[in-house]
């Protein structure tokens, strides 16, 4: 099986060179190449990512979006079966192979391993979920799952029952350091590039993969670490809330009922008004007031153009 790497960068100045160096030292597997697509840095990455003999750089003038950098490099590597999708704080302790084993099974679209952290700890919670249903949504959303997270629809959304050091089907490995049969990609016409810039495109992905008949992976005998969030917390509190908002908000408008969605929509607005109003009381400013009518306008646009406005065309 040919592979291909493709490391998705933004202002990753800080951590490219060691995702590089993880993915060079395999490099012989990665025959298709390895391509860093980066979406518009200002940060130095592209300069970095240049400098390194082995890999090519794509340097876009516009922040395409974690969706279509991925689905830039999937076009680039038009000969590779299969593509390790990698976001740049991701550094491989294993060979890639492990993964590609997976794909030996002709039904299998994805697959993914343990990611630790820099303490060599498991991301429980993280690294292997299951599809989740408006009731878990609702639950993220009203903090429900972070002051209760043993309750039964958190453990079965993050999987916690599941036994890291067994191989198994899942529905939802992480999307942060995924092997993607290219074909499987190319079936479902690839990532929606409506989860701008970042968050639940991988999950729409893999749910649209599990619809079209394909499965996927997780590997225990494979493992990467994973430090997590670190283009993402660069961005503005308030601009992150309303991205991750958007992009959760379009994945219930396409997978979950109207009544899921509605309810969805409102827990969203319940969710915000206690961080707005301590936001307004700790800063002594209107700033969170007017990002909150900026998420009322965006939630009222998503009920109002129905679940079918928000599909692919």
Partial sequence: MKLGAILVAYNSADHIDKCIDSCLQFQTEFEAGIVVIDNASTDGTVAKSRSRAGVLTVENTTNRGFAGAVNQGCELLSDADAVLILNPDVILLDTPSKLAAAL??????????????????????????????????????????????????????????????????????????????RAAWAAVRGMDEGFFPVWFEDVDLLRRL??????????????????????????????????????????????????????VAFSVLLGWIPRAVTGMFLQRSFRHLTEYVKLFRLVSAYLLVGRSEARLP
């Avoid at 292997?128 to 997270?149: C, H, M, Q």
């Fill in 104 to 181: 030996a099974d002709g039904r299998v679209a994805a697959a993914s391993g343990r990611l630790v952290d820099s303490n060599g700890q498991a991301q429980s919670g993280f690294q292997v979920r299951r599809f989740p249903t408006a009731s878990t949504l609702v639950f993220e959303n009203l903090g429900i799952n972070k002051v209760w997270p043993g309750n039964p629809i958190n453990r079965r959304y993050r999987c916690l029952d599941l036994d890291p050091q067994v191989s198994a089907d899942v529905e939802q490995p992480a999307g942060a350091c995924l092997l993607l049969r």
């Fill in 210 to 263: 599990a619809a079209a008949g394909w499965k996927a992976r997780y590997v225990a005998a494979f493992s990467a670490r994973h430090e997590g969030g670190h283009s993402v917390n660069a961005v503005e509190w308030g601009n992150r809330q309303l991205y991750w908002c958007g992009s959760l908000l379009r994945y219930a408008a396409i997978h979950c009922s109207t009544f899921g969605l509605w309810a």
